[in-house]
């Protein structure tokens, strides 16, 4: 799995002109997942951004976490994450997963985050989504399962 994760003061995605997910502070995350994901995968994932520490302390250092800030979480699927992009000028997409298994993983990605005790809202999968955002910092952070960057 692959995760673009942004921290956001608000975040709010929208399809046909309709707003069907937003949050207040918090955290932005585009999901990818891969045909080679698993279930090691998935919980990795979810550890990792929800304890990821990228929120500012009473220092103003990045020292605090999700679940410590109380915050948000807005989950959009993204398959391009996956695209490879090293040969030619047309990404490749073979390394996503097909539909049924991404949409799955999807799935549970975000119920795994509402076990966890926070609010999430969430894209709406294959669907064309306008997606608005105000960065906090800016900070964005990539994270990989597989651990390949």
């Given at each position: ?6 921290r956001?003061s608000?975040?709010?995605v ?12 918090g955290?932005l995350?585009?999901?990818?997942v ?6 090691a995968?998935l919980r990795?994932m ?6 990821l520490r990228i929120f500012r302390?009473?220092?103003g250092k990045m020292?605090r ?7 948000e979480i807005l989950v959009v ?6 695209g490879d992009?090293r040969?030619?000028?047309?990404p ?19 119920d795994?985050?509402r ?5 999430v809202?969430t ?5 064309m989504?306008?997606v608005?955002?105000?960065n906090?910092?800016p900070?964005t952070?990539l994270?990989d399962s597989?651990k390949?960057?």
């Open positions: 799995m692959r995760a673009c994760i942004q956001v608000q975040a709010s929208s399809v046909e002109g309709e707003c069907v997910g937003e949050i207040r502070a955290l995350v585009f999901l990818g891969s045909h080679e994901d698993s279930d995968d990795y979810v550890d990792k951004i929800v304890q302390d009473d220092d020292n976490s999700l679940k410590d800030t109380a915050g699927s993204q398959f391009t994450l996956l992009c040969k030619g000028r047309r490749s997409f073979v390394a996503a997963a097909p539909p049924e298994k991404a949409n799955d993983y999807y799935q549970r990605f975000v795994a985050i076990e966890e005790g926070i609010q809202a894209g709406q999968f294959r669907a989504m306008d608005s955002l105000v906090d910092g900070v952070m994270v597989r390949s960057f």
